[in-house]
Antibody
């Protein structure tokens, strides 16, 4: 079945870095764009980034632009999010999602928790 | 600016129907949206993509109790024959050509 499994979350100090991974299975990974979406404690969903199916384009929310980098490895069916210069406000559950219909998520992972704290 | 507006809360009785609303900002009334459900302590689940003309594409396994409709800048999600497991947060979401993705603030649905 179609599945997305995130990993790499944890507790990190402000200013440090963390890399999240999302392993995809059950579909042809290289045919789909992929997204990262986050949810701060008690808050709503916030879009973070999208990467096109072939990796040729990446777009970011203003809140993470210049600090986060999305990438993918189709040989490993894996999506990544490199997060640098982390801030307290980056604390959230991070979800990866398959991008279908151009810009719309149709499959979600279960999420991985990132806590930025000194 | 592309913005989606949702009421923070809604409630309806077990077995009844409820209609949730998502409003697109001025100048964006032709945009499609998606509805996502998030049950307590779970990740989101895609319900459907809803076009401006009311046509929609549902996610795998989504019951017929969930339906969508459109009118102008308004997009609706109707849940019929409400069940206890329908108590959840419902988010609408849209995109500007796949370059910018926007979520509404979410509606917390309580089943009485």
């Amino acid at each position: 079945q179609v599945q997305l499994v995130e990993s790499g979350g944890g507790v990190v100090q402000p200013g440090r870095s963390l890399r999240l991974s999302c392993a995809a299975s059950g579909f042809t990974f290289s045919n789909y764009g992929m997204q990262w979406v986050r949810q701060a404690p008690g808050k709503g969903l916030e879009w973070v980034s999208v990467i096109w199916y072939d990796g040729s384009k990446q777009y970011y929310a203003d809140s993470v632009k210049g600090r986060f980098t999305i990438s993918r490895d189709s040989s490993k069916n894996t999506l990544y999010l490199q997060m640098n210069s982390l801030r307290d406000e980056d604390t959230a559950v991070y979800y990866c999602a398959r991008d279908n219909f151009v810009g719309f998520q149709d499959v979600w992972g279960q999420g991985t928790t990132v806590t930025v704290s000194s | 600016q592309l913005v989606l507006t949702q009421s923070p809360s809604a409630s309806a009785s077990l077995g009844a129907s409820v209609k949730l609303t998502c409003t697109l900002s001025s100048g964006h009334s032709s945009y499609a949206i998606a509805w996502h459900q998030q049950q307590p302590e779970k990740g989101p689940r895609f319900l459907m993509k809803l076009n401006a003309d009311g046509s929609h594409t549902k996610g795998d396994g989504i019951p017929d109790r969930f339906s969508g409709s459109s009118s102008g800048a308004e997009r609706y999600l109707t849940v019929s024959s409400l069940q206890s497991e329908d108590e959840a947060d419902y988010y609408c979401q849209t995109s500007d050509a796949g370059i910018l993705v926007v979520f509404g603030g979410g509606t917390k649905l309580t089943v009485l």
